[in-house]
């Protein structure tokens, strides 16, 4: 049951991705609202081997997860209307979505220490967080300009918010214990990371005129979210043999 729910994840994943490239975008609502909850019941199934004790230990882990998953299939819901307001909410979505990630991430590692708090190491944490900042500049001067408008302090907000997440990841690697993890972590970031740029370009500079960028988009989202499980269900495994 616990595979049979993925397979059936990447078959809407997949009728999805067609729809999109079609630009069927009004038979999406067979598939697109189908994919977080699909996630969440995985995601359940996969969680029902840990001990109590571990879950206790790990509920802020479960809960920014659960609000990710949550606040995801909002968006999805928002992202099938056609109205300019309920569809600004869909995109405003991933501010708070990201932030939650950025808990989970910073969650993770303080439960990684002994002392129960998080340790910056800065050769990792200021190269990597000085890089996205300038990818970020260069990615909003390119795509739609700076300016002092609403949505541009949102992208603002949206930019700066996966800057940090890409630090966070890095500073995994000062952490032995999470060795097994922080690559899905890592991974999961990147096609957030990648996804955006493909996005920003997609949506505010070609206005969404190739349906390829589209289904870019849309894979890319699946597999941040799913590497994303992949690296708490590994936290959750290894704590659990540790008996944490």
């Given at each position: 049951m616990k595979y049979l729910l993925f397979f059936v994840y990447c078959l809407f994943l997949g009728l999805d991705c067609y729809f999109l490239y079609k630009g069927n975008y009004n038979l999406r609502i067979w598939s697109k609202p189908v994919l977080m909850v699909l996630l969440l019941l995985w995601f359940i199934l996969q969680t029902s081997f840990a001990k109590k004790t571990v879950l206790s230990n790990s509920y802020m882990i479960s809960f920014y997860t659960y609000s990710i998953l949550l606040l995801s299939l909002l968006s999805d819901m928002c992202a099938l209307w056609s109205d300019i307001f309920?569809?600004?909410v869909?995109?405003?979505l991933y501010i708070p979505i990201y932030e939650c990630y950025l808990l989970l991430l910073i969650e993770v590692q303080r439960k990684a220490e002994a002392e129960k708090k998080i340790v910056f190491h800065v050769k990792k944490v200021f190269p990597t967080l000085f890089l996205m900042l300038l990818l970020a500049v260069a990615v909003l001067y390119k795509a739609v300009g700076f300016g002092t408008q609403f949505y541009h302090w949102c992208l603002y907000l949206h930019s700066f918010t996966i800057c940090l997440m890409v630090p966070l990841t890095a500073n995994m690697w000062g952490y032995q214990r999470l060795k097994k993890c922080r690559i899905l972590f890592a991974i999961s970031v990147f096609f957030i990371v990648v996804t955006n740029i493909t996005f920003c370009f997609d949506e505010l500079y070609y206005h969404?005129?190739?349906h390829l960028l589209d289904v870019f988009v849309a894979l890319g989202n699946g597999a941040a979210t799913v590497f994303m499980l992949?690296?708490?269900?590994?936290v959750l495994k290894d704590w659990?043999?540790?008996e944490y």
């Open positions: 309920v569809w600004s869909c995109r405003l969404r005129q190739h992949f690296g708490v269900l590994r659990r043999k540790l």
